[in-house]
């Protein structure tokens, strides 16, 4: 796939430029090829391949902190200040580079973060992607906890088994690893984060995604045991949920935190402008959203998955400061 790239999506670039040329040039009964275009579309050639160059090599692990303060009038005060450092979309199975993961990892624990919570896809599909890498995961340090969800990969549904109980037995590998790098798994399930006398309802769902995503979360069961009161945060891995199920559910969800898009891996953010491909695919692709009093942050995950690279969407670590206001 990298080699595809590199070769045909500069010249899809310069193309249409060469195109127009040719076009001009038969109302003008086809005089020679002007110099300065030839010479514009090989710099653009040129500009696109060396991007994805980068995007395929620096770019992979190219980690950009996100920090943002959020205030909520109903948040216990004993969490005023709070910080939690969101990773989504680990995808172990694409990494090659034990230098480049272990850079993400540091600059993840030098945050410094009360809780660390993880919204889904720890693998491709298959558990024994990250195997290389539980040590550097295990690492991960953060005095309140760390929690996590599975994603739509992590069920192992992209790959074809030798029997159902392959796949079943793949799955509960999989938890397991969860477990050995030092995070809880919450499906459709629900715990109290406690400080200081006071205490927040932490949700984690289960995979649920619109379209041809299986749904395999439920908010109503994970929620069953919160009481109305608590200030509630919900760790979704398909920021769809959000539309689709968490707005209009009877309890208040205060703060959501999903992940799968990626970004798409490539796009534009500069000076506060955001574009990529997957807006027009998901309303909610990157970032922080707000509605009805409730947010979603849309972490662009961690790792990388099909183009093995990113550009213009950096991997994401997320530093969400809890505020009392």
């Known amino acids: 796939m990298a080699l595809t790239l590199l070769v045909f999506v500069p010249k899809i670039f310069a193309s249409p430029l060469l195109l127009l040329e040719d076009i001009i040039r038969a109302f003008r009964h086809f005089p020679p090829h002007s110099i300065w275009v030839s010479e514009l579309a090989v710099l653009i050639t040129a500009f696109v391949f060396l991007s994805l160059l980068y995007g395929m090599t ?17 948040l216990p005060n004993a969490f005023d200040g709070f910080t939690i450092t969101q990773l989504s979309d680990i995808h172990a199975g694409s990494f090659t580079s034990k230098k480049g993961v272990e850079k993400g990892v540091s600059l993840v624990n030098e945050q410094n973060s009360d809780l660390i919570l993880f919204t889904g896809d720890l693998v ?9 890498w539980i040590d550097t995961f295990a690492k991960l340090k953060a005095p309140f906890g760390k929690y996590s969800v599975l994603g739509n990969h992590d069920y192992g549904d992209y790959t074809r088994w030798e029997s159902e109980a392959a796949q079943a037995a793949n799955l509960v590998r999989l938890k397991k690893v969860h ?11 629900a715990v109290q984060v406690k400080k200081d006398g006071g205490s927040i309802a932490l949700i984690g769902v289960e995979n649920w995604g ?7 979360g439920s908010l ?25 199920k968490t707005l209009e559910h009877d309890k208040h969800i205060n703060l959501s935190l999903a992940g799968h898009t990626h970004g798409m891996q490539f796009g534009i953010e500069l000076f506060g402008f955001q574009w990529s491909p997957v807006k027009y695919v998901y309303p909610q692709w990157a970032g922080l959203y707000e509605k009805k ?33």
């Open 210 to 216: 619109k379209g041809g995503f299986h749904k395999y």
């Open 293 to 325: 009093g409730k947010y979603l942050y849309v972490n662009r995950g961690f790792g990388f998955l099909g183009f093995k690279g990113r550009l213009g969407i950096w991997p994401e670590i997320t530093v969400i400061t809890l505020k009392k206001g």
């Open 124 to 132: 491709n599909n298959v558990a024994s992607e990250m195997d290389p």
């Open 58 to 74: 620096g770019g992979r692990h190219r980690y950009k902190v996100h920090r943002l303060t959020l205030k909520f009038p109903d």
């Open 220 to 244: 109503t069961k994970a929620a069953a045991n919160v009481t109305d009161d608590e200030f509630k945060i919900l760790m979704s891995h398909d920021p769809s949920h959000w539309e689709a």
């Open 179 to 189: 477990k050995e790098i030092g995070f809880k798994l919450l499906l459709n399930d």
